[in-house]
């Protein structure tokens, strides 16, 4: 733990929170900027003598309650809670990722691709927000249920939709490539989704068992030039450019065509 790092630590976020930013009301009498001791105080759980000690470099070192208190009371972001805990020598709790909730930001950006195929991924390959030109190249990711809303699920099971949209040629690649992806998630995580993903393939898919029993990992080539089929248009030549939330664990993929080319105008097309 330290001490003097933790005491500025705290006194700095404290004095950047206005009070309306935790929905106390600033007063007449209030002569500085910034929450005082005893406000923070309220806000974490904990008596003002106590939080006031902790600013003091005094007491006893802080318990992960209390260090969870301050996280909340102070507004602190994943990485501010997480540099608050290593000052008061404790591990920070595990991030806890919500998969169905798309950040402002993200939701932001996806809205200013109106005319571009566009898609957020989960961490689990799953669709939570298209574009339509990306519906018009890939098809509705959306909506599906169950297993099926997984990418992965539905290449291993054979789902038409999914397999047609690359060529045959290209399918041990995008087979390997599925695979290594959910590995990621699964060793983050075997006991959550991912591992309910994986047992579930394994059971009903050989294709995805010889896959997994190669223990790749790092196999993508999201940079690369790629080729989809679409049944009015043909064969298109995309890049797919990728953009990450690490807090949430989603991706965005944004597919775009060489300038000029005959893909390019067949985009156009789709938007």
Do not use: C
């Amino acid at each position: 733990m330290d001490r003097a790092l933790l005491a500025d630590f705290l006194r700095a976020r404290r004095e950047a929170l206005q009070p309306e930013d935790v929905g106390l009301d600033r007063g007449l009498r209030r002569r500085t900027g910034g929450l005082r001791r005893e406000e923070v105080a309220a806000l974490a759980g904990m008596s003002a003598d106590y939080y006031s000690r902790i600013e003091q470099q005094r007491g006893p070192a802080p318990s992960e309650s209390i260090l969870v208190g301050l996280a909340r009371a102070l507004r602190l972001n994943l990485p501010e809670r997480d540099h608050l805990f290593a000052l008061g020598g404790i591990t920070a709790p595990r991030r806890s990722l919500r998969d169905d909730h798309v950040s402002p930001t993200m939701l932001r950006i996806v809205g200013s691709l109106g005319d571009v195929p566009a898609i957020v991924l989960s961490r689990y390959g799953e669709a939570l927000v298209q574009t339509r030109p990306a519906v018009a190249l890939l098809g509705d990711y959306t909506a599906y249920e169950g297993l099926n809303r997984y990418l992965v699920y539905r290449w291993f099971t054979g789902e038409p939709r999914v397999r047609g949209l690359y060529p045959v040629e290209d399918h041990p690649r995008r087979g390997r490539v599925f695979a290594a992806e959910i590995r990621e998630a699964y060793t983050a995580d075997p006991g959550g989704r991912a591992g309910a993903i994986v047992a579930a393939l394994l059971e009903i898919s050989p294709e995805f068992a010889e896959i997994w029993r190669l223990h790749e990992v790092g196999v993508t080539h999201h940079h690369d030039l790629k080729r989809y089929l679409h049944p009015e248009l043909g064969e298109l030549e995309l890049y797919a450019e990728m953009l990450t939330d690490p807090e949430q664990a989603q991706t965005l993929l944004v597919f775009s065509a060489v300038l000029g080319s005959p893909s390019h105008d067949k985009l156009r097309q789709l938007a």
